[in-house]
């Protein structure tokens, strides 16, 4: 079975500072990763992903995260934060080849202070 | 085009009532999933819809708890003599074969 640990359900940066949200997994096989950001009363909406081929994945909003098959750990970095990244952040995964539903981890509120 | 929609944005019930919840996924899109994120147990899969192949219902809690999907499109999520442990944030999501999944705004289910 796949699981997901999110370290830190909360985390607080500065304004233009470093924001580090960790995500390790165990499944089996390296599965396909995913972070996605949820804010105050929305949907979840697709930050980037891994599938196969370059282990440093570029998304949306200035984000990133590498792969580390080694580590088993997806974690999520952006090197200036702005308070509009103040959200709900979801690493997930999905098993590679079989069915296709998400587990989450339990997600990390980060708040970004002036 | 229009992303994934849900109906009722929210919904109040009382306890023992049934309630549906529907998603409307992206045109197209032959996959849809419904999740249920709730405080104490995050953010959980429920039921997998994939073309016209059988459901995927291993995430579903109990057997008061049912989906289908008409058409390939539009699907419902049914639950029955509600109970307060229900009460959770109900998402839908929608994608095409291998492809990543796009969420709805979700339905806020509140049972009193």
């Known amino acids: 079975a796949q699981s997901v640990t999110q370290l830190g359900s909360h985390v607080s940066v500065s304004e233009g500072a470093l924001v580090l949200l960790r995500c390790n997994y165990s499944?089996?096989?390296?599965?396909?990763l995913f972070w996605y950001v949820q804010y105050p009363n929305q949907g979840l909406q697709l930050l980037l992903k891994?599938?196969?081929?370059?282990?440093l994945v570029k998304g949306i909003n200035g984000f990133e995260a590498e792969f580390k098959k080694s580590e088993t750990s997806f974690h999520l970095t952006k090197p200036s934060a702005h308070m509009r990244d103040a959200a709900e952040y979801f690493c997930?995964?999905?098993?590679?080849?079989?069915?296709?539903?998400?587990?989450f981890g339990s997600g990390t509120q980060l708040t970004v202070l002036p | 085009g229009a992303g994934v929609s849900q109906s009722p944005s929210n919904k109040v019930t009382e306890k023992g009532k049934d309630v549906e919840l529907r998603c409307d996924p992206i045109?197209?899109?032959?996959?849809l999933y419904w999740y249920r994120q709730s405080l104490g147990q995050g953010l959980e899969f429920l039921i997998y819809?994939?073309?016209?192949?059988?459901?995927?219902k291993s995430g579903l809690p109990s057997d008061r708890f049912s989906a289908e999907r008409t058409g390939g499109s539009v699907s419902t999520l049914t639950i029955q003599r509600t109970q307060q442990e229900d009460s959770a944030v109900y998402l839908c999501?929608?994608?095409?074969?291998?492809?990543?999944?796009?969420f709805g705004p979700g339905t806020r289910l509140t049972v009193t």
């Open positions: 999501a929608s994608s095409s074969p291998a492809y990543e999944q796009y």
């Open positions: 997930a995964v999905e098993k590679r080849w079989t069915a296709r539903q998400l587990t």
């Open positions: 891994y599938t196969t081929g370059a282990t």
């Open positions: 045109s197209g899109h032959t996959a």
């Open positions: 819809f994939q073309g016209n192949s059988a459901p995927d």
């Open positions: 499944s089996s096989v390296p599965p396909y």
